[in-house]
């Protein structure tokens, strides 16, 4: 067969399997990404069938929902909130830090991984999934609850705190050593600090410039801006997910908004090949001999993220319930973390980062809306406080008696 023909055939299929496999999840209420994960180690390297012919094209697709994600993430902020929510959440954003990166660390120490795999494992169990948790939490119907600003602090905290990891991680990746390290984390701050400034001072004139009342113009705009951006960024060893980031934060107001709702659906579907990437370039026989030390992170970094929900709604003065519900509701990984590992696969880190990671956010995406749901019922039950009965009234007539 042409590999033309078979290029359209597999990914024809592999685009109509996406759909139908999404809307079984949202008929059960989960995301979608658990599925796309499965649907790529279902049809990767020794899965089911081969998707051979589509490889180029998936592993560029795949690029592109990185890059999209990243740019939809920035675009969710401006800059004087960024900036806000960084003084505030400091310290809520360094317990997040001590409490499920380390643990990543750890384990990567214990299974024998180098240190660049410990740094990506520590990536992978630190950073919760934006996309999962803000869908829950609109499906929970708690986007107007007093807890959810600060567990969107927690979250800008860790995108923020990528914008510097990921710098590091690819310095570490590319082996280019400590020197090296040094000027691509230093170029990496410095372009985080002239975005910073150039959006506060002059985001309106970075957005009229690419503001149009015509979609298709405001789309090419912002879509070759952003790529120009993540290639560069790619050639300095910044990492694209920075640059489209960076570019996210710089557009602004209007544009922004009419930038999130044109790109909304390229950044699913490309988001969705990017999962399946992932999953394609993982082979199921590896997810068996890593399963336990994936099950046994999740638990405890389940438990380490509602720690830290509860500690930062507390100090935020949330009581209890709410700080309870904060917790549950940033155990989900998803996106970030096969980010990160992706980066590590690529670049040849050990064999067993890809399938850990894989099985490791497949238990937390899951569990994820489980415990947003469930956790503050429970600790309730075991901590308090319990619900104030109300008054009894006294029988009729009992309130005569001396």
């Known amino acids: 067969m042409h590999d033309t023909t078979a290029l359209l055939i597999q990914l024809g299929a592999m685009l109509l399997g996406l759909s139908l496999l999404g809307r079984l999840a949202a008929r059960m209420g989960m995301s979608p990404i658990p599925v796309y994960l499965l649907a790529g180690l279902a049809f990767g390297h020794g899965g089911l069938v081969s998707l051979s012919a589509s490889d180029d094209f998936v592993s560029a697709g795949a690029e592109i929902g990185v890059i999209l994600l990243l740019l939809m993430l920035g675009l969710e902020y401006n800059a004087g909130e960024l900036v806000s929510n960084l003084r505030s959440g ?8 001590v409490l499920n990166a380390i ?5 990567g120490l214990l299974l024998g991984f180098e240190l660049v795999g410990c740094i990506a494992l ?19 119907g708690r986007l107007g609850n007093r807890e959810t600003p600060t567990v969107l602090s927690v979250l800008v905290i860790e995108d923020l ?9 690819t310095a570490l990746l590319a082996g280019v050593g400590f020197l090296g390290g040094s000027v691509t984390v230093l170029i990496a701050l410095t372009a985080i600090a002239v975005v910073l400034a150039v959006a506060l001072r002059h985001g309106g004139t970075v957005s009229r410039a690419l503001a149009s009342d015509e979609p298709e113009f405001l789309l090419l705009g912002v879509l070759g801006l952003t790529v120009l951006v993540a290639g560069l960024a790619n050639q300095l060893q910044v990492s694209a997910a920075v640059g489209a980031f960076l570019v996210g934060i710089a557009i602004s107001d209007e544009v922004a908004e009419h930038a999130q709702q044109l790109l909304a659906p390229l950044r699913d579907l490309f988001a969705a090949v990017f999962f399946v990437f992932f999953g394609l370039s993982t082979d199921p026989a590896d997810l068996p001999p890593v399963l336990l030390p994936a099950l046994a992170l999740a638990v405890v970094t389940a438990v380490t993220k509602i720690a830290t929900g509860y500690w930062a709604a507390r100090r935020a003065g949330i009581a209890k319930p ?3 519900r904060a917790g549950g509701a ?22 067993r980062l890809g399938p850990l990671a894989t099985a490791y956010v497949l238990l937390l995406v899951i ?32 309130d005569l008696l001396p």
């Open 90 to 97: 400091a310290p809520a954003g360094a317990l997040d830090f």
């Open 103 to 107: 643990p990543g660390f750890v384990a």
């Open 122 to 140: 520590a990536g992978v169990t630190w950073i919760s999934s934006s996309g999962v948790i803000a869908k829950v939490l609109g499906d929970l």
């Open 161 to 169: 705190a990528m914008a510097v990891y990921l710098p590091i991680l």
């Open 322 to 324: 709410g700080s309870y």
């Open 330 to 351: 940033l155990v989900a990984r998803g996106e970030f973390s096969i980010v990160i590992a992706g980066l590590a696969v690529a670049d040849g880190t050990d064999s």
């Open 367 to 398: 569990a994820g809306p489980v415990t947003a749901r469930f956790t503050e019922p429970a600790l309730r039950r075991v901590f308090g406080p319990r619900p104030t009965p109300a008054p009894t009234r006294p029988a009729e007539g009992l």
